[in-house]
């Protein structure tokens, strides 16, 4: 006999609370998320550098050598000429201290000779300046037909009133219709309508012993310049020996004669090829990661060592620029700025002496420091 079955009942069993939290915190957590990526990918931030044109100078040595040298150097080198000559040489000088007494005025002139023929003008020969001031030739002279004529003159009187600046003077001493046809210009001024006596002292002579030659130099140098090929004059070397002089120290003189000899060294070098040396050394030798405007015109040479033998010469070069930050280059470590304020931005880069101030711009308007993302973080150089 089959047994009855037995009803099965069913129920409803609802979720149980703890279930609804957790998906309500799964929930919270996707908005966070997406909140959260949502705010890396749009943050950013934009610094924008004020650069200040910080000047540098930088100081190196460089070698010349006229022959390729046996001697090694650390430093660079470059060709060039050196020249070397020995010269016997006179110089006055006056004194430093005494009595000015009038003496007379002296200088050349030109003589003009316009006529068909030559003309002969004897010594003391008149000449007479607009002024009515009075000059004499020193010597006779023959002035060709057409033609000029470099001549000395001297004033007729002792006095200042000699000193002139350069003029035309007429010669009295010919007739009206000659003195239009022969004539006389200065081209320098007359000197000499005073002069100092005093006595000879050995400060005297020290000092024209260290200004020996200085006034030959430009004659001197002249010698080597069919020979320099375009080059430039770096620096000079001098030496003295042999100095004598013509006059005692206790002589009331006017001025005093020195005789000696002259050593003249000259450097000379392609200034063009010196300048290239010197902008890779200030750029290479610029640690800081910034651009260099190098100023040619601050290219400075001063001779440290010569060797006349091996005809090498060691000159110390100076050369100076503006340093402003190279946008090409990234020398900000980002990482740095990752959290950082617009205050602890313009702190941070306040130690750059290269940087006058700085622009910070934050996006989107909600955010207020620097994002974690470096591509996101953009620094610029104002323009």
């Known amino acids: 006999m089959p047994q009855p079955q037995k009803e099965i009942t069913t129920r409803s069993n ?33 610094i924008t550098l004020h650069p200040s044109d910080e000047k540098i100078t930088h100081q190196f040595d460089l070698l010349i050598y006229q ?13 060039g000429k050196i020249a070397s000559s020995t010269n016997e ?12 007494v009038d003496a007379l005025a002296t200088g050349t002139v030109t003589l003009y000779n316009d006529r068909e023929t030559a003309q002969t003008l004897v010594a003391t020969t008149r000449l007479l300046s607009p002024e009515n001031i009075l000059f004499r030739l020193k010597e006779k002279v023959i002035v060709p037909a057409h033609s000029t004529l470099v001549a000395e003159v001297y004033a007729d009187e002792k006095g200042i009133t000699g000193n002139i600046e ?27 309508g005073t002069r100092q006596i005093g006595m000879l002292t050995q400060t005297d002579i020290d000092q024209a012993t260290t200004e020996f030659g200085k ?6 140098l002249a010698q080597y310049i069919d020979d320099i090929d375009n080059m430039t004059l770096i620096d000079t070397a001098i030496e003295t020996s042999g100095i004598n002089l013509a006059e005692k120290i206790g002589e009331q003189v006017d001025n005093f004669t020195m005789t000696g000899q002259i050593s003249l060294n000259a450097i000379f070098a392609n200034k063009n090829d010196i300048l290239e040396i010197a902008k890779n050394e200030i750029e290479n030798n610029n640690t800081n990661g910034s651009f260099v405007s190098v100023d ?6 001063e001779l440290k060592t010569l060797d006349t033998e091996q005809q090498i010469a060691v ?4 050369i100076s620029g503006l340093s402003t930050f190279d946008p090409q280059t990234d020398i900000f470590d980002k990482d740095l700025l990752v959290g950082f304020t617009k205050e602890d931005l313009e702190l941070y880069f306040s130690q750059f002496d ?12 909600w955010v207020t420091k620097v994002p974690i993302l470096k591509d996101h973080i953009v620094i610029q150089i104002a323009k």
């Open 315 to 318: 000159v110390t070069i100076t």
């Open 296 to 301: 040619p015109s601050s290219l400075t040479y």
């Open 67 to 79: 022959e390729i040298p046996t001697v090694t150097a650390n430093y660079p080198m470059i060709q």
């Open 354 to 365: 290269s940087i006058n101030n700085i622009d910070v711009d934050f996006s989107p308007f």
């Open 14 to 46: 609802p979720p149980h609370s703890s279930y609804k939290h957790i998906s309500i915190i799964f929930m919270i957590l996707a908005v966070l998320l997406i909140l959260g990526v949502t705010y890396l990918a749009l943050s950013k931030v934009t």
């Open 89 to 100: 040489i006179t110089q006055n000088f006056s004194v430093a201290e005494g009595e000015t």
């Open 215 to 220: 006034n030959d130099l430009a004659n001197l």
């Open 166 to 192: 350069p003029t035309s003077f007429i010669i009295p001493g010919l007739n009206e219709s000659l003195q239009t046809l022969v004539y006389a210009k200065s081209e320098t001024p007359m000197t000499g």
